[in-house]
C-alpha cells in the first residue's frame, strides 16, 4: 500500500492488533521514505445485498425493515426480541454465505416464513397470510393444514 503522504510504495507495519470485538485488524503503518505514520484497518468485506420486488425494482436490503416485519408478526406472542434479531441475523447470513447477494422477495419471504415457523405457530401464520397475500380463507386453511400435517 502506498504512503498516503508522498506516495512512496514501500511501508513496515509497526503494530498489529485485534480490536475486541475479534473483527477487525489495526494496523499502524510507517513510510520508508518520508517516515509519515497512517493507520489502515483490515475487515471483512461483504456486499450489500439487494431485493428484487415483485414489479423488478431493485431494492437495497434493509435489516430494519425485515425485523419490523417479523415484530409484527410476532406480536403478542411469547417471541422475545432477541430471538427475532437472531432470526433477521440468521437469514442474512444464510444469503452471505451463499454468495447469493441478489434476491427476490419471495424468496426473502420463505426465509422469513422458516424462521418463523421454528419460533412461534402464531406468528408464522400471520406472516404467511401477509406474505401469501390470501384472498380466500380457503388458501389460509390449507397453511394452517400443512402446518398441522408436518407435526
Ligand atoms: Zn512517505
Redesign the pocket.
Known amino acids: 500500500m502506498k504512503?498516503p503522504?508522498?506516495?512512496?510504495e514501500e511501508t513496515r507495519v509497526l503494530d498489529s492488533r485485534v480490536d475486541s470485538s475479534g473483527f477487525t485488524i489495526r494496523r499502524r503503518r510507517e513510510?520508508t521514505?518520508?517516515k509519515?505514520r497512517f493507520t489502515t484497518y483490515e475487515r471483512y468485506e461483504f456486499g450489500p445485498i439487494f431485493v428484487i420486488k415483485r414489479d423488478g425494482r431493485r431494492e437495497k436490503f434493509d435489516r430494519k425493515k425485515m425485523l419490523n416485519g417479523i415484530m409484527k408478526a410476532c406480536e403478542k406472542t411469547s417471541v422475545t426480541l432477541e430471538d427475532m434479531e437472531k432470526a433477521v441475523d440468521t437469514i442474512i447470513n444464510k444469503l452471505q454465505k451463499s454468495g447469493n447477494l441478489e434476491v427476490s422477495s419471495v424468496e426473502i419471504g420463505k426465509l422469513v416464513m422458516e424462521q418463523l415457523k421454528e419460533l412461534n405457530e402464531v406468528a408464522y401464520v400471520r406472516f404467511a397470510s401477509v406474505y401469501k397475500d390470501f384472498r380466500e380463507i380457503d388458501q389460509f386453511l390449507e397453511v394452517v393444514k400443512e402446518l398441522k400435517n408436518e407435526k
Open positions: 504512503c503522504y508522498c506516495g512512496h513510510c521514505k518520508c509519515g
